[in-house]
């Protein structure tokens, strides 16, 4: 059985902040502005380890941010 994020998109999170995570491709990437960590999915299994995360520039991750229905800034949820 291959990991379904959204399925688990209330219980998962960044083990580094604790922030949300959303699925973008073939990562999880954190809501948290200042650290903006991306989390590979390999082989349909999420890599949750705070070393193997990267981080992600800060104008792609607004750009995620919004494709999400997320503040561009902020990464709070846009009503």
Same mark, same amino acid.
């Given at each position: 059985?291959?990991?379904? %994020?959204? =399925? +688990?998109?209330?219980?998962?999170? &960044? ?5 949300? +995570?959303? &699925? ?8 948290? =502005?200042?650290? #903006? ?11 949750? +380890? ?6 992600? %520039? ?8 919004? #494709? $999400?229905? #997320? $503040? %561009? ?7």
């Amino acid at each position: 059985m291959s990991f379904n %994020p959204q =399925h +688990l998109q209330d219980i998962i999170a &960044c083990p580094k902040t604790k922030a949300k +995570l959303i &699925c973008e491709g073939d990562f999880l990437i954190s809501v948290d =502005h200042n650290t #903006r960590l991306k989390y590979p999915i390999k082989d349909g299994i999420p890599v949750m +380890l705070v070393d193997e995360a990267t981080e992600v %520039p800060q104008e792609e991750w607004a750009e995620i941010m919004k #494709r $999400h229905n #997320r $503040h %561009p800034e902020t990464g709070e949820v846009v009503s």
